[in-house]
């Protein structure tokens, strides 16, 4: 992503920034760095210490508990929040399924963004609320409740 416009437009996208303000996206989307992974790439192991979320630019990404697979996150999603929020290790691994291009956000970044525009902690809630309910109907789904 070489322009802060090609930026702004990739990361209003994302729903844990969406609604906020062009203003406020233009520096949060020119202070986090972008990453590149090759296919099958560990970004991080269950147990590590979290101190950064990711989004996906390019390529697709899995979250899993060894060979349990939790979620696929495509371009446009976020991944690795909770850590950032309860500074607890990380709950599960991220792997690249192929070659990926990721913008990292630190906890410091986070933070200071949450300060000056508190509607990013609410769209972050929402979107870990709704992770929480398709894995609450997945577990249901395997265990014949409903």
Do not use: W
Not at 22 to 40: H, K, T
Not at 116 to 128: C, D, K, R, W, Y
């Amino acid at each position: 992503m070489p322009t802060s416009v090609d930026r702004l437009l990739f990361v209003r996208q994302v729903p844990i920034f969406k609604e906020l303000r062009d203003d406020f996206l233009v520096r949060l989307a020119s202070v986090m760095d972008e990453l590149s992974f090759p296919a099958n790439y560990t970004i991080f192991q269950a147990g590590d210490e979290g101190r950064s979320l990711y989004v996906v630019i390019l390529g697709r990404v899995k979250v899993h508990i060894g060979n349990q697979q939790l979620a696929v996150f495509p371009k446009g999603q976020s991944f690795g929040e909770m850590a950032v929020f309860d500074a607890q290790p990380r709950s599960a691994s991220a792997t690249t399924l192929e070659p990926c291009q990721c913008l990292e956000l630190t906890q410091e970044q986070l933070y200071e963004a949450i300060e000056e525009t508190p509607e990013i902690a609410i769209n972050i809630i929402g979107v870990l609320s709704r992770r929480i309910r398709t894995l609450n109907e997945k577990i249901n789904a395997m265990s014949g409740k409903n």
